[in-house]
C-alpha cells in the first residue's frame, strides 16, 4: 500500500485558515452566501421586468393601429367628395377591379366611424340598373350602396343573383333598381353612394350616402 506525506503542522494551519464570513471550512459559493442569493432574486426580478415590458410594448402598437382605424367616437360623415374607395387591405379600387356582375365591400380612406364604414360596390351593364338608380351616382358600371341592413343594423353579405340580402332578418334589396326593398322586414332601400373616377383611373365618392345609416331614418 502506498503511503503519502502527511502535510506538516504549518500546511494543515493555512489550509485551514478561511478569511471568509461563512461558517468555518465552508468556501463561499454564488447560492451560499447570503449576499448573492439577494443579487440573484434582484436580478430575476430585472428579468420578469424586462419582459413585461417587452410583452406590453408588442401588444401597443397594434393596439394603437386598431384605434387609429376604428376611431369609434367620431361622428362626421362617412364620406365626402373626394374620398377613394379602398378594399379591406387599404388598396384603392381601380376602374377594372370588378367584372359586370361582380359585387365586393369597400370602406372610405382613411376609415372613420367604421361601424357605419362598409359600403358595397357593385358593378353592371349601364343598361341593366333600373329608374331608381339616383342620377349620376353611377360610373362606367359602377354603383356603391351602404351594406348596414337599415331594419336592425346587420350586414347585408348574402346575395341572391342580383339581390343582396341581410342573413339576420333576410330582408333583400335589389341592387339593379337603387337597393330597393324586394322582401322581407326593412322599411326602405340601402342608402346609396355618389361616386365617380378620377382621371388616373381610381373610384371616388363625391358626398355622403344619400339617407341616414342603418335602422331609423323613415
Do not use: W
Not at 32 to 58: C, I, N, P
Not at 199 to 214: N, Q, R, W, Y
Amino acid at each position: 500500500m502506498i503511503e503519502y506525506p502527511k502535510p506538516d503542522d504549518d500546511d494543515e494551519e493555512q489550509g485551514n485558515d478561511c478569511s471568509c464570513d461563512g461558517a468555518t471550512g465552508t468556501s463561499p459559493t454564488l447560492y451560499g452566501d447570503a449576499r448573492a442569493e439577494l443579487r440573484r432574486r434582484d436580478f430575476a426580478k430585472f428579468l420578469a421586468t424586462v419582459g413585461g415590458l417587452t410583452a406590453v410594448a408588442s401588444l401597443t402598437a397594434p393596439l394603437a393601429s386598431t384605434t387609429q382605424v376604428f376611431e369609434r367616437g367620431y361622428k362626421g360623415p362617412v364620406y365626402s367628395d373626394g374620398i377613394h374607395l379602398v378594399d379591406g387591405e387599404g388598396e384603392r379600387i381601380t376602374e377594372g377591379r370588378l367584372s359586370e356582375g361582380e359585387h365586393m365591400t369597400v370602406f372610405p380612406e382613411p376609415r372613420p366611424g367604421i361601424e357605419d364604414a362598409p359600403t358595397l360596390l357593385v358593378r353592371y351593364a349601364e343598361s341593366d340598373y333600373g329608374s331608381d338608380i339616383s342620377e349620376g351616382f353611377t360610373v362606367n358600371g359602377y354603383a356603391a350602396f351602404s351594406k348596414v341592413c337599415t331594419h336592425a343594423g346587420c350586414m347585408v353579405s348574402d346575395r341572391e343573383e342580383d339581390l343582396v340580402v341581410c342573413p339576420c332578418h333576410f330582408g333583400k334589396f335589389n341592387v339593379l333598381e337603387g337597393a330597393a326593398v324586394s322582401g322581407g322586414p326593412p322599411g326602405r332601400p340601402l342608402p346609396q353612394l355618389p361616386i365617380t373616377m378620377t382621371s388616373d383611373g381610381f373610384l371616388v365618392a363625391t358626398g355622403d350616402f344619400e339617407g341616414p345609416i342603418g335602422p331609423g331614418g323613415e
